[in-house]
């Protein structure tokens, strides 16, 4: 049970639920949910729930494997910087993670294929991002926050493909968390040694772009621009305030409560999407993942 719990574990569950979170916003934007609740002939038409639900699977499979390769990748350097992974205390070996990791993301690209051969693309496409960002991205101090970013931005396009005509129209959403995670990636290169005064700073001033390039979408494409205020709002208030307090004081500890805040707001940041696309009523059922996703931040580590 250990070892599965372990396993379990090398998936970062909490962060799982923030791509869905990024499957709901995406297929907000792709126009499927007004097509979900259409009323016909007694009943409601709900052909789109079952591509959500596919594409859904899919990121479960994508992320997971994605993360768990990340520690089949950082095993030596676990022992000496994180000994408390589960692989580094000897409850699952490289090559048990390692197949794991395979199986997940032949998963996300198959439940993918399900849905359309645009959404197999994609999914084949953050599958081989995430591997390149682990082997390798990581390691480089521009392209590296630049290919995770790469890898969300993706997972958004793979929820839009649920009509994948509609990637043309909307695919510059991808941009906002192509930003979002490469400032996440930015704050947490001093997570485990402190210090880093210029990625923190360069992190905050994302920060601000992302808040009001949403802000100036919702102004873009809706009439009731107002419904996204709220939850801007709360995105900053999960954001600045533990930022700011690692900026003063940038030690380890408090920079890795600024990125745990920054994964967790990903929910946050696709329910402001999902509300400038859809309503406020879809933003907060998209909401409603956070309390779980830090449920299970609680349990199990994010970062």
């Not at 032949?106 to 294929?113: H, I, P, S």
């Not at 805040?261 to 009523?281: H, M, P, R």
Request: hydrophobic letters at 55%; charged letters at 10%; glycine letters at 8%.
């Amino acid at each position: 049970m250990n070892k599965i719990i372990a396993h379990i574990r090398l998936m970062r569950p909490a962060n799982i639920v923030t791509a869905v979170a990024d499957i709901m916003a995406g297929f907000a934007a792709s126009g499927a949910l007004i097509r979900v609740f259409q009323w016909h002939d007694g009943h409601w038409l709900t052909p789109h729930i079952v591509p959500l639900l596919w594409l859904c699977l899919s990121t479960v499979g994508l992320y997971g494997g994605g993360v768990v390769f990340n520690d089949v990748f950082d095993a030596k350097l676990d022992k000496v910087e994180r000994p408390e992974r589960p692989i580094p205390r000897g409850l699952a070996t490289v090559s048990s993670a390692g197949t794991l990791a395979v199986l997940l993301l032949l998963l996300g690209v198959v439940a993918a294929w399900q849905v359309s051969f645009t959404s197999a693309l994609i999914a084949l496409a953050i599958a081989g991002l995430a591997v390149l960002y682990d082997a390798w991205g990581k390691h480089q101090l521009v392209f590296g926050p630049v290919n995770m970013g790469l890898c969300r931005g993706g997972n958004l396009l793979l929820g839009v493909s649920a009509i994948p005509s509609r990637i043309i129209d909307v695919w510059y959403i991808a941009l906002i968390p192509i930003i979002y995670i490469a400032a996440i990636t930015m704050i947490s290169r001093g997570e485990v040694h402190g210090g880093n005064r210029k990625a923190l700073q360069g992190g905050l001033y994302m920060y601000a772009f992302i808040i009001l390039s949403i802000f100036a979408l919702a102004l873009a494409v809706r009439e009731a621009w107002w419904e996204v205020i709220p939850f801007i709002v709360l995105l900053a208030y999960f954001n600045f305030p533990p930022l700011v307090q690692a900026l003063r004081q940038q030690k380890p500890h408090l920079i890795g409560k600024a990125v745990k805040a920054g994964v967790l707001s990903l929910i946050v940041l696709n329910a402001s999407l999902a509300t400038t696309f859809a309503n406020w009523a879809y933003g907060i059922l998209v909401l409603m993942l956070l309390p779980f996703s830090i449920w299970l931040a609680r349990r199990f580590a994010v970062t």
